[in-house]
């Protein structure tokens, strides 16, 4: 067997101490000859690892692909289950993610196509490059955004085929989280009625992540009402901070939902170009179930599963549906909060949420750039001309009327600049920017991968001199495909 490698960290494993129902203890599978694609100072940061030592080294690009075992840690993949595309499609899990275990600082390291697994399903456990890419950049541009979301270490290559619609290459990323626990896990146990399993996993997320919850006076003083209320709360927090900012998951399963409220699965995703209140960003989702414009109610839905999963363990339905029913408002208010901020509002009103519904109907009407729209605004707030505002619309008179009748009297003509510019980053990852990305990274040229990392960390600042990764998308843009295939 091959030595272990020391990366200096120390491990806890808890997840893989609940026990053999919850995952199965095994090793990744090795890759040839694998390389570097990129690399994410901040995520290891987290992990208290330097590019300079461990993190960086030959061990760790034969670790963090798979091919050398890391000292302490306790590889497994989890089992859980889910509704998919609304379908209960029973018994899923860790097909391609292998979690090499839990650091003693409480970041969980998963390792992303590292082979298959007792739950691949017939699948290879493999991710080829250009998602992994997407993955990696995304996870550390949503992050940069101040959006909950798991973390993206590195992502490595090789050369070996991987079969999708033609062949690849495969890669593997490492992610970081605090949990990949997602509503699944709890449909699991609740599906097969193993309501041992159930309270265990159900105790392990309370008292490790929601401790609170044991002294809630509320719903007489039911913990596991409690959990159900504070994971709604952290998903409305979420989908505002989604809406806000123009991003689309895509693949909103229950397999795909956080327990913690963080982004995870970076599958089809993306952040809008032309704002479509109705665009659907996964070419697999024919029935439109995750448009941008449903993903509010979808998450309400995944939360209602969540809540049948832990009924039996509230058991009181009254309880159940009130702490569900805490959703709707703090969703609503979390998004007009959002939104008050992207117009540089100086405090709340009550004819805010028309003046928002108004903005919106305004960008759909003339399928206005919705980065660069709130960008020159800000630019706008900051001192600079309206008109490259207005001359965003087809439809100058529409703008106008808006301007004149609805923004300026509510702002006084002069929002709140630093609030404003703080809200709108200039630098989102659109498609074509990841394309481009992927293209290069084909030709082993990995530049374009660590341009976009260093620019979305910071998205909110100006960056001169690239100043065209935030300009309007190619025309070629509109004919790339995200799905589920990767």
Request: proline share 6%; charged share 20%; aromatic share 10%.
């Amino acid at each position: 067997m091959t030595d272990a490698t020391d990366t200096g960290l120390r491990w806890n494993n808890r997840f893989a101490a609940l026990g053999p129902a919850f995952s199965t203890t095994l090793r990744p599978t090795p890759l040839p000859a694998p390389y570097w694609v990129g690399t994410s100072p901040p995520a290891a940061a987290l992990l208290g690892l330097d590019r300079g030592g461990w993190f960086g080294s030959d061990a760790s690009l034969q670790a963090l692909t798979g091919n050398l075992p890391i000292a302490g840690s306790h590889p497994l993949a989890s089992v859980y289950s889910g509704h998919q595309f609304g379908v209960w499609a029973g018994q899923l899990g860790d097909g391609r993610a292998i979690l090499l275990g839990e650091t003693a600082g409480g970041w969980e390291v998963q390792l992303k196509g590292a082979g298959r697994t007792p739950y691949s399903r017939m699948g290879d456990g493999r991710a080829v490059l250009r998602s992994s890419i997407r993955e990696f950049l995304a996870s550390e541009a949503v992050a940069g955004l101040g959006i909950p979301t798991t973390r993206a270490l590195c992502v490595t290559g090789s050369d070996a085929p991987v079969y999708r619609e033609e062949a690849e290459t495969a890669a593997v990323v490492t992610r970081v989280a605090q949990s990949f626990i997602r509503f699944g896990h709890f449909e699991h146990f609740a599906a097969r009625d193993d309501l041992a399993s159930l309270r265990t996993l159900a105790d392990y997320v309370v008292d490790r992540y929601y401790p609170d919850c044991r002294a809630t006076p509320r719903y007489g003083g039911n913990a596991y009402a409690a959990l159900l209320e504070a994971v709604g709360l952290r998903t409305a927090g979420l989908l505002a901070q989604w809406q806000a900012v123009g991003f689309c998951h895509g693949v909103m399963n229950t397999d795909n939902m956080s327990i913690l409220g963080l982004t995870i699965d970076y599958g089809p995703f993306q952040f809008m170009d032309a704002f479509n209140p109705r665009h659907i960003c996964n070419h697999s989702d024919t029935q439109g179930r995750y448009a941008f414009n449903q993903q509010p109610q979808v998450a309400y839905w995944n939360l209602l599963c969540l809540a049948q999963a832990l009924l039996p363990l509230i058991g009181d339905e009254e309880h159940a549906k009130a702490a569900l029913g805490t959703y709707p408002d703090a969703f609503g208010s979390a998004f007009d909060a959002r939104m008050r901020d992207k117009l540089g509002l100086p405090d709340a009103a009550a004819a805010d949420r028309p003046l928002i519904e108004s903005t919106l109907r305004l960008l759909a009407q003339g399928a206005v750039d919705y980065t660069i729209f709130w960008r020159r605004l800000a630019d706008f707030a900051a001192g600079g001309e309206l008109a490259a505002v207005r001359d965003l619309h087809p439809d100058r008179d529409a703008f106008d009327a808006w301007f004149d009748t609805q923004y300026r009297p509510r702002t006084g003509g002069q929002p709140d600049a630093a609030r404003i510019r703080a809200a709108n980053p200039r630098y989102v990852l659109r498609n074509h920017l990841g394309e481009v990305a992927i293209r290069r990274a084909r030709e082993k040229d990995f530049s374009e991968v660590e341009t976009l990392r260093r620019l979305l960390a910071s998205p909110y600042e100006d960056h001169p001199g690239f100043e065209d990764r935030a300009g309007f998308p190619p025309d070629w843009a509109t004919s790339i495909e995200i799905s589920c295939s990767s």
